[in-house]
């Protein structure tokens, strides 16, 4: 059998397209993602420390320094 070129490159540019689909779609998810990912990461480090400081104040009944 012979390969008629019009025959392969028509779903071949149909994958590409749809490659570059996933593509545009995928990576403002991932960078979305990340970005969340970060935020929530800051606000546990915050909420760890304050359980740390009321974990001290009443275990010691110290007030911490004011930043």
Not at 5 to 29: R, W, Y
Not at 48 to 59: E, I, N, P, S, V
């Amino acid at each position: 059998t012979t390969v008629v070129l019009d025959k392969v490159a028509g779903p071949v540019g149909e994958a590409l397209i749809m490659t570059a689909a996933g593509l545009f779609v995928a990576i403002p998810a991932v960078l979305a993602y990340n970005a969340l990912t970060r935020a929530n990461r800051l606000i546990l480090a915050q909420l760890d420390g304050f359980a740390h400081d009321l974990h001290a104040y009443f275990t010691t009944g110290a007030r911490l320094a004011q930043e």
